[in-house]
Structures are given as structure tokens and as C-alpha cells.
């Protein structure tokens, strides 16, 4: 069964830091493409970052570029987002997700699979 399990979502005020981690199982990690997109409140999906196969490239939208980190850890199975400096639009529900291809598609649902989100408020 295939699974993208979020966490590390929270409350944190602008300028702070969090860092998202995407645990994968059901299918070959490291034969994917890994994404975060988000979707804030009365907002459309948003496509924030992607990593290739082996965490060797990596893509950002300009609204996080220089801010935030996408990495993998094949062995472990892992994605993670180091999201820095924070800000109030920045807030927003997180997914994690995974396509064989290349995609700048915004909703979970348009990748091969995709997982249930972790919520992150920035306060200001």
C-alpha cells in the first residue's frame, strides 16, 4: 500500500523555522520525483519545490527560492523541507508528493501519489 506520511507542520511566528518531513513506503523512493506543493486558505494549489531521483537537482518557486530546502534521503525513504525566514504568507497546508516524471502540477491529486498534509501557521 502506498503511503506519503507528512509532519513537522506547526505554529511559528514570522522569521522563524520548520522543517517538513514525507515518509514514503509502497513503492520505489528513489525511482520518483519528489514534490512539495501547498495551498493556503481561499487559495489555489501552489507548487513550491521539486527533487529528482538522486536529491542531485532541485527547483523552487520564486516565492520560497533562497528561503526554503527540499532534500531526500533515499535509504531512509525521507523528504524534507527546511522552510527558513518564515512568513505570514507562508501559511498554508503542505503535501508532499511523488510522480515518476517531471510535473509543475499544483494539486496532489494530478502526481502518482500524494499524501494528506501538514498544516503551517506563521503568525506575524
Known amino acids: 500500500q502506498v503511503q506519503l506520511v507528512e509532519s513537522g507542520g506547526g505554529s511559528v511566528q514570522a522569521g522563524g523555522s520548520l522543517r517538513l518531513s514525507c515518509l514514503a513506503s509502497?513503492?520505489?523512493?528513489?525511482?520518483?520525483?519528489m514534490y512539495w506543493v501547498r495551498q493556503a486558505p481561499g487559495k489555489e494549489f501552489e507548487w513550491i519545490s521539486a527533487?529528482?531521483?538522486?536529491?542531485?537537482?532541485?527547483y523552487y518557486a520564486d516565492s520560497v527560492k533562497g528561503r526554503f530546502t527540499i532534500n531526500r534521503d533515499n535509504a531512509k525513504k525521507m523528504l524534507y523541507l527546511q522552510m527558513n525566514s518564515l512568513k505570514p504568507d507562508d501559511t498554508a497546508m503542505y503535501y508532499c508528493?511523488?510522480?515518476?516524471?517531471?510535473?509543475?502540477?499544483?494539486?496532489?491529486?494530478?502526481?502518482?501519489?500524494w499524501g494528506q498534509g501538514t498544516q503551517v501557521t506563521v503568525s506575524s
Open positions: 508528493a511523488a510522480d515518476a516524471e517531471w510535473s509543475y502540477r499544483t494539486a496532489p491529486q494530478q502526481y502518482n501519489y
Open positions: 509502497g513503492f520505489t523512493f528513489s525511482a520518483y520525483w
Open positions: 527533487i529528482n531521483y538522486s536529491g542531485g537537482a532541485t
